[in-house]
């Protein structure tokens, strides 16, 4: 797919003041850190469309991005970042939770995952939380770049073990490299799919 123009609309902390329309959108979702606003980027090739810091809880409210004037790319904080009081983690908690709850324009979530990392508790429970919302979802590997194609593989295979414990079957999965634009065509076709089906 062809990504002829990519704008920032909106952010905000409240889901009722998300865009109205019903154009579908497809959220990144994951632990603070994780990749989600520089894949933003690299799917849509413009360096700083969304905001990314080295620092983790970077990104704060919901934003929505239009493209192609057709549907949205929604950036979202992270989850998990201890840093963060207790009291805006559990605030950040309740508007993520609110979105997913209350969107339904949204198509598809993805959840992105470092490969570099065995898989962690927050994630399999937030994956857990979508099945059980019937939300549907992904997972991405992010930070390709750091591996070796067998670690890859391995890391990949020890994510399929897990997830085969409490799942029929392994999500769609995606190998993806911001830095390296690994794995953009692959999730573009997958979105463009979705949009035409
Ligand atoms: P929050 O908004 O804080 O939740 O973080 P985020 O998930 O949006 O992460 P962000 O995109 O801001 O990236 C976090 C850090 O990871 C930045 O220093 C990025 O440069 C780095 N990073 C993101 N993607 C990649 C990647 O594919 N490879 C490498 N090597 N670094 C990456
Ligand atoms: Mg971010």
Redesign the pocket.
Known sequence: MKIKSAEFVVSNSDVTKCPKDMLPEYAFI??????????INMLTSRKSL?K????????QLINHFIINKEWYLV?L??YG?ARVSKSTKKVFQKFITKYFEQREQLICAFV?VDIRHKPQPIDLEFMQYLGERGIPFCIIF?????LKPNAIDNHVDDYRHIMLETWEEMPKHFI?????SIGKEEVLEFIDELNSG
């Not at 990314?52 to 990104?59: D, L, M, N, V, Y």
């Not at 992010?142 to 750091?146: E, F, H, L, N």
């Open positions: 994951g632990r603070s850190n994780v990749g989600k606003s520089s894949l969304a990314t810091s080295g620092r983790p809880g970077k990104t950036d904080p992270g970042y992105l992010t930070k390709a770049d750091k993806t490299s911001s830095s390296k």
